[in-house]
């Protein structure tokens, strides 16, 4: 059982827990994530390490109330347990010898870009760093996202904050105004890294993506996060992202299959957050 | 006087046509009298070939002659000598082609039933002792397991019952390996599993789960800063193969290491499990492969209301799996396509499988392991309507071990190279089961289980 230290809401849908399980944090690493299950009987599901406190020994992440395990994780309190808490899984981000990055963001996956960017920052890496939201009320974490950059651009879709305009408008404009990057790191829902990697595409700018596909065990049993890389000699290969990735490089990446599989059981999990949502309203009553 | 009947007494079982709807098990065990008229068939032979047959050397004849006598928990007592888990091998060993294959009985008339006699003498000492085993005096020696699958949990056992200090790591949230993700229950219920673990707890021997070794914590550091003078990795098969066919990342498709695990351990069979597994009732589904897992994959379809196909390119001749196995999925109402091959998948516009184009096969000239090779019958493709597909193609090596170890050798296919004591190419790390040979059986992981166990005791005994 791992106790969850702190409990912040930072949006009505977005929720920050730190859990105490010091050996997870003695080794992760920005990129990395765990997988954990809420309760006996509960399912497997990966979320992406936030950030981590060696000496504290705990992993902070932070989760979207999107389905049945996540509207259960967060009806969790400080100082509750829960079940499993396992990791650090997948490989560390790594972008050896860059000078000058840019760490693209959207929505839940700005909790991960966040120690990419903060590692990459403190290690005397020129960070721009682009977080793209939909409304003011989701805008979280700011201050943290200065703090570990250089440059700090935040955009939402609908202009209610600081600006109207996409991440990929934003990373376009820099790219335009000669910003000259070595790479860029980019993470967030699906769609919105296959429209990143079209502009980067554009300007011939190397691109890691971080995926986030649907896994059971995590750990290089089962193949259910299995995606398809096509190289530029017209082959394909398939890659399994809990233990070759989850990093990625973003031009090869068979979007529409991931996407697709990523969709898989959206309608059963439609159905079962609605089911777990009646049990809790019944429990208030 | 022995028992000279020819046939040997038929397992009691569900009715096909009642187990093919749950997950209750299939076969239920002798009841006494049967097992006394089966156990009065064993000659007792001088020679016994049985006990060669068998890969960790159960002394056959000697407990199935402590049942004759009734003195059921002194023919326990016998198997667990040398068997860490006789209720999991009476139940998942393909005796047929072990202990069964070279029982003398067996030249004329049917083998003597080993394996249902070791099941019974498991499940009456299960019923019938509660006493746990004794806890052995410590002999001061750390050593650490890698995997709780049935090489980890044998090597575990033999090592704690010799008083060493044993800690198994297990990376999932359950003890058993393959016993607990891959195995079905209806072929082998959890409860089992968990009494065997329960019964090395009781004998001293700590388990942490939800380690992933490489990740958490490296061999090199379990060595130098958590004093673990060995270490044995029993860490199991790894990633699952494809066909590398057009379509197979379609949605519908899955690795029976993936279906199998959602339904096993994470118990998606049952209706309000949390984890997902797309609705079978109704649906066809196609197994591709003739093994084992192929056969757990069917049959757990079928059970899900699921019309099944066991696609294979060989002939019924050829298939790996177990004799009982095929003989149980044909009862239950499972189509075998043989002598066909998958050549695509074919998916409707959102995503999800709709067909499978299959092409006929016809077997040629014998391969180098002997079995006659399959050749595509050109132009006879069809295509067979399909809501999902389970890839049962085996496993290739998890590479995580391989890769956070430093100066751990590994074979062209990824497994760990080990010599005759057990032994890797670093010194005090042992290594046995799949993670090793690749996919093979239980009882095969068990000896090498075994194997380990007995290197690290003479190294560490020196």
Redesign the interface.
């Known amino acids: 059982m791992y106790r969850i230290v702190t409990k912040k809401v930072l949006t009505p849908t977005l929720v920050l827990i730190e859990i105490e399980a010091p050996?997870?944090a003695k080794?992760a690493e920005p990129g990395q994530f765990i997988i954990l299950?809420v309760d006996e009987?509960?399912?497997?599901i990966p979320i992406t390490i936030h950030d981590f406190d060696r000496e504290k020994g705990t992993v902070s992440i932070i989760y979207q109330i999107v389905g049945?395990?996540t509207e259960k994780l967060s009806h969790k309190e400080e100082g509750d347990y829960i079940?499993?808490?396992?990791?650090?899984?997948g490989n560390a981000t790594e972008m050896p010898g860059c000078k000058k990055v840019a760490v693209v963001g959207g929505g839940v996956g700005t909790a991960i870009a966040f120690p990419v960017a903060k590692k990459l920052h403190e290690s005397g890496v020129h960070v721009d760093l682009i977080v793209g939201f939909r409304n003011k009320d989701v805008v979280v974490l700011e201050d943290e996202f200065r703090k570990a950059s250089t440059n700090f651009f935040v955009g939402t879709d609908d202009g209610s904050y600081v600006r109207k305009a996409l991440v990929t408008e934003l990373l376009e404009e820099q790219i335009q105004a000669g910003a000259n990057y070595d790479a860029v790191f980019c993470v967030g829902p699906m769609m919105m890294m296959k429209f990143v990697c079209k502009v980067t595409e554009k300007y011939n700018i190397p691109t890691i993506v971080s995926m986030s596909p649907i896994m059971?065990?995590g750990?290089?049993?089962?193949?259910?996060c299995?995606?398809?890389l096509k190289e530029a000699d017209g082959t394909s290969v398939?890659k399994?992202a809990c233990?070759d990735g989850p990093d990625f490089d973003g031009f090869k990446v068979d979007w529409d299959?991931s996407v697709?599989?990523g969709?898989?059981?959206g309608e059963?999990?439609r159905h079962?957050h609605e089911e777990t949502c009646n049990l809790f309203k019944k429990e208030v009553k | 006087m022995p028992n000279m009947s020819l046939v040997k007494n038929p397992m009691p079982s569900q009715e096909p046509d009642v187990r093919n709807k749950n997950f209750l098990e299939v076969a239920l065990g002798y009841t006494e009298e049967q097992a006394l008229d089966e156990a009065q068939r064993c000659l007792n032979c001088k020679n016994p070939l049985c006990v060669q047959g068998c890969p960790v050397n159960v002394h056959i004849p000697e407990f199935i002659a402590k049942i004759v006598a009734k003195d059921y928990e002194g023919a326990y007592q016998v198997i667990h000598e040398t068997s860490s888990l006789p209720a999991v091998c009476g139940r998942v060993c393909p005796q047929e082609t072990q202990c069964e294959m070279h029982c003398i009985r067996g030249k004329k008339g049917d083998a003597v039933g080993i394996g249902r006699l070791e099941r019974f003498v498991a499940d009456w000492h299960n019923a019938n002792v509660s006493e746990a085993p004794a806890k052995p005096a410590p002999n001061g020696h750390k050593v650490a397991i890698i995997g709780s699958g049935p090489a980890g949990l044998t090597c575990a056992g033999d090592l704690a019952k010799k008083g060493y200090d044993v800690t198994v790591f297990e990376a999932l949230h359950l003890a058993g390996g393959v016993l607990v993700y891959g195995i079905p229950e209806f072929r082998l219920p959890k409860s089992i599993v968990q009494k065997e673990v329960d019964g090395l707890k009781a004998m001293g021997v700590k388990f942490e789960m939800n380690m992933v070794i490489g990740r958490v914590v490296s061999i090199d550091e379990l060595m130098q800063e958590y004093g673990f003078e060995a270490v044995f990795v029993g860490s199991g098969a790894g990633l699952p193969m494809f066909m590398h066919i057009p379509g197979e990342n379609l949605c519908g498709v899955y690795s029976a290491n993936e279906f199998l695990t959602r339904i096993n351990l994470m118990k998606a069979y049952k209706e309000d499990a949390d984890t997902p597994l797309m609705p079978l009732k109704g649906k066809t589904v196609a197994v591709v492969g003739g093994g084992n897992v192929a056969m757990d994959a069917a049959r757990c379809s079928k059970r899900l209301g699921a019309n099944v196909y066991v696609v294979y390119r060989r002939s019924m001749d050829e298939l790996p799996a177990r004799r009982e196995e095929v003989e149980h999925a044909i009862e239950e109402g499972i189509i075998f396509k043989i002598l066909h091959n998958p050549v695509e998948i074919h998916g409707n516009d959102v995503g999800y499988v709709k067909s499978m184009t299959c092409i006929e096969m016809e077997l040629g000239e014998p391969d180098e392991r002997g079995r006659r090779r399959p050749i595509e019958k050109k132009g006879s493709e069809f295509e067979l309507p399909v809501d999902c597909v389970i890839m049962a193609l085996g496993t290739s090596p998890n590479p995580l071990i391989k890769s956070t170890t430093p100066g751990l050798e590994v074979n062209k296919k990824g497994g760990i190279v080990i010599d005759e004591a057990g032994m890797t190419s670093k010194l005090g790390v042992y290594a046995g089961g799949d993670a090793v040979t690749g996919a093979a059986t239980v009882i095969l992981a068990m000896g090498a289980g075994k194997l380990g166990a007995k290197g690290i005791d003479e190294q560490l005994s020196k």
């Open positions: 050996m997870i080794k299950r009987d509960g399912e497997r049945a395990t079940q499993d808490f396992v990791g650090p899984l059971v065990d750990t290089g049993m089962c193949g259910c299995r995606l398809t398939t399994f233990v299959e697709k599989r969709k898989m059981y059963w999990e079962k």
